[in-house]
């Protein structure tokens, strides 16, 4: 067990530099938190409470589907009894009372009275398009997946993921795509939770990355190009063409139709939404700058090569290719990430990758690439990977 005075001042030190707009800030006092609680509380009660999680998200799920947390949203500052509540919802009041009984405890909305309830920063959270989504993922996918874990397991062994299926398609009869292409609710879903994130979880590529400098050093000739491959709904170009309201430049969004279709509001006027699939021949040649965010984790090394190769065979040699994903780290990696790669696992056979299975996975490309250098930025869980093709 660590020291308690060690434990205790590095608690008041994070707390005492906590900034809630650092994300940084944010990551320093759960990593703090944590220790703590591994350190301090006793290992069969640290066990239990995670063993139960599963029953607090279910309860998310449940007070979602009865309409609790978005008549608690959209009576911010009021404190609601349970009647209200069975009122707006048509359920009972009984059930109402003892699935708020879990909310509040974990902190997804406030008790202010016996059996009465008001919302808090973590009910609007839940409740925004992006928890929603995020909830979709971590139960509604995840879920059937655990009820058959064991006999994967047992059937696969010794589950080597370029020959076994994904855990996924065992439990489900076909890949997470085959579902979200016919799933309206689950896309959705993930598409808003993947937006969110990006909106407040990752700082913009052309922040860790100094695009306006390279751009500058290229001395180009023409407008730059820029492609973001698998772009979803255009997050990270929207994001750079509003730093950038000036620059002369031709922004590619390509994913799938149905993403494409499914984009809100108005887009930059530079940037030109194209429908596309990364498995097939990149239709856009020689672009300055192509980029990947959150693609390759989504697939083993088979399939990400394939993904890489059809870029790589219209790169120039002014072209780089961006890749903004995380690098796992050797020893110590955080129980996020590892969320994370297990995530991948589970859903695609896909994975996080540290340094070097970046540099065997570039190296096999055809042709190959190679890494130019990476860029991170603190509070960031993903870097920007640049690489070109290999001399």
């Not at 609790?68 to 009972?92: C, W």
């Not at 993921?161 to 009869?173: M, N, R, V």
């Not at 993947?194 to 306006?212: D, E, F, G």
Request: proline share 5%; glycine share 6%.
């Amino acid at each position: 067990m660590g020291d308690k005075g060690s434990m205790a001042a590095e608690i008041q030190q994070v707390i005492e530099q906590y900034n809630k707009n650092d994300p940084a800030s944010w990551m320093r006092l759960e990593d703090a938190l944590e220790k703590v609680r591994r350190e301090l509380v006793p290992p069969h009660i640290f066990t239990m409470k995670q063993r139960l999680q599963t029953v607090n998200n279910v309860c998310i799920v449940v007070a979602l589907e009865m309409g609790l947390l978005q008549t608690l949203t959209a009576n911010q500052g009021k404190s609601l009894t349970v009647e209200d509540l069975s009122k707006a919802s048509g359920y009972n009041a009984g059930l109402i009372a003892r699935v708020m009984r879990i909310i509040t405890a974990i902190g997804f909305a406030n008790e202010t009275a016996y059996q009465t309830y008001s919302a808090n920063g973590c009910t609007l959270a839940q409740n925004s398009p992006g928890g929603i989504g995020g909830i979709i993922i971590s139960n509604d996918i995840v879920f059937p997946v655990a009820s058959r874990i064991r006999q994967y397991l047992r059937q696969n062994k010794p589950v080597d993921i370029s020959k076994a299926p994904p855990a996924y398609e065992f439990a489900l009869g076909e890949t997470i795509w085959q579902t979200l292409s016919k799933n309206n609710e689950w896309k959705t879903g993930f598409d808003d939770n993947m937006t969110a994130r990006n909106k407040t979880l990752s700082i913009p590529w052309h922040v860790k990355y100094p695009v306006m400098e390279k751009l500058t050093a290229w001395s180009l000739s023409t407008k730059p190009i820029i492609v973001d491959v698998g772009g979803n709904q255009g997050v990270d170009l929207q994001r750079f063409a509003d730093t950038f309201p000036d620059l002369e430049c031709e922004l590619i969004l390509q994913d799938l139709p149905e993403t494409i279709a499914g984009i809100p509001g108005e887009l930059d006027p530079r940037i030109r939404p194209t429908a596309h699939d990364f498995f097939t021949e990149q239709t856009t040649k020689g672009a300055h700058i192509y980029y990947l965010k959150s693609i390759l984790h989504d697939w083993d090394d088979v399939a990400s090569r394939k993904i890489l190769s059809n870029i790589a065979k219209v790169m120039q040699p002014h072209s780089r290719l961006l890749i903004n994903e995380m690098i796992l780290a050797d020893l110590n990696e955080s129980m996020i990430r590892s969320n994370m790669d297990m995530l991948m696992l589970f859903f695609t056979n896909g994975m996080e990758r540290t340094q070097t299975q970046w540099n065997e996975l570039l190296a096999t490309v055809e042709p190959p690439l190679e890494i130019v250098q990476v860029y991170s930025a603190q509070g960031d869980q993903q870097c920007v990977i640049e690489t070109c093709l290999a001399q």
